[in-house]
């Protein structure tokens, strides 16, 4: 089989949590034997060895009109860059039409153009590129070349119009239309009906997971923090930033607390890490004793909607402590592949036993590994896409 997929960005400089897992995912393609083509939506088109790389057909106009739109986020009224509303505002309005206007037809004739001189193209896959700046898009693909053109929302819930999107990112289903794909893909099962009640024609969900060559236990010389959170931005999880890292780190004033993350807030006594890389990041989770998985209400509250902290912290033998997060179940047992706290008091009472027993930390986090080693890698993720798609392109 052999796949088109627009990403979102193929850049991992650049301040799109996706891609990572997009990486992963079309490795995993590649290693199930798929033929991978894929083109950015913003930054530069970088080739791997797993697919090869299309330009970006509008990468000089789409980096002008990222900082125009950047300033004028900045520029915005106070009032409007709060807006707690269903509703578009007057700048959000002005960004898509002028995203429809323009960048729309380039990306057209460019998947037009691949799609001919490809013929032996099977699907297209969007990778949670703005839905609506691409308006009209794959439902012209669908009627010049017969192909299957998928949209994959790897954001549900928080992209959803009732959870009026991150506040610093696109409402993509305003002026869309869900029903010109083929299909649509979901990281959340929760977020089926959902995604139907906006017009989607079909809704498959595919989970994050993780690569373990990727995410692997790294040695490092001890383990000298005693609780990390990696994440970034208080929104959506703010009562558990502090529940799980303000409280118990000033209730614990000799654990020490960090993390690596940014738009926290004020943490108290907790250490802020640097970033040196990407793949450093492994090193802090692997010097942390106990890994904190805080996942934004949005993805909490909506059951089985998965995000990819709880599948990377587990292929690295982490002992992981979550907030309550509804259907977690489905992926990893609580009590025995990762614990569950539901108030800063468990949480308290949670670190200082595991603080001080090192091989239950041990038993858990392997216990982790195994499960994701057995259901939850990219490998498992991309054979479950394949079946997705298969029957689109009988």
């Known amino acids: 089989m052999k796949l088109l997929f627009v990403v979102s960005s193929l850049d991992l400089t650049q301040p799109f949590s996706a891609t990572p897992a997009w990486w992963q995912l079309m490795k995993g393609l590649y290693e199930e034997g798929v033929d991978v083509v894929a083109t950015p939506y913003q930054g530069p088109a970088i080739e791997t060895l797993w697919w090869r790389a299309a330009p970006n057909p509008a990468r000089a106009m789409g980096d002008i009109f990222k900082g125009v739109r950047d300033g004028a986020r900045r520029l915005l009224p106070a009032a409007e860059n709060s807006q707690q509303s269903n509703e578009e505002t007057l700048s959000q309005q002005a960004i898509r039409t002028t995203a429809q206007t323009l960048i729309a037809p380039i990306w057209l004739r460019h998947l037009d153009k691949l799609l001919t001189e490809q013929p032996d193209i099977d699907a297209v896959i969007f990778l949670t590129v703005p839905l609506n700046h691409l308006q009209g898009v794959a439902g012209e693909l669908i009627a010049r070349h017969g192909k299957p053109v998928f949209y994959y929302d790897g954001d549900v819930p928080a992209s959803l119009p009732n959870a ?85 780190s000033q209730q614990l004033p000799d654990a020490t607390f960090a993390v690596r993350g940014t738009q926290l807030g004020d943490l108290g006594p907790v250490q802020h890490l640097p970033y040196l890389s990407f793949s450093r990041l492994r090193e802090y989770a692997c010097r942390s004793k106990l890994n904190l998985v805080i996942t934004r209400g949005a993805h909490a509250n909506l059951t089985r909607s998965s995000s990819s902290r709880p599948f990377e912290l587990a292929a690295m033998g982490c002992c992981m402590v979550c907030n309550p997060y509804e259907g977690i179940e489905a992926w990893f047992e609580p009590g025995e592949e990762l614990f569950v706290v539901s108030s800063a008091e468990e949480a308290v009472e949670r670190y200082q036993y595991l603080l001080t027993h090192e091989a239950e930390r041990k038993r858990v986090g392997l216990a982790a590994r195994q499960r994701l080693l057995k259901q939850h890698t990219f490998r498992h993720r991309a054979r479950k896409l394949l079946k997705i798609i298969a029957p689109y392109t009988e």
């Open 164 to 248: 009026q999107g991150f506040a610093s990112g696109f409402r993509i289903y305003d002026g869309a239309d869900p029903g010109e794909y083929t299909a649509f893909i979901s990281n959340s099962d929760g977020g089926r009906a959902a995604l139907e009640a906006l017009g989607a024609k079909a809704v498959h969900t595919l989970y994050y997971g993780a690569d373990p060559d990727v995410f692997a236990p790294v040695p490092v010389p001890q383990q000298d923090i005693d609780a990390l959170f990696y994440g970034h931005g208080r929104e959506y999880r703010e009562q558990w930033v502090d529940a799980m890292l303000t409280e118990p």
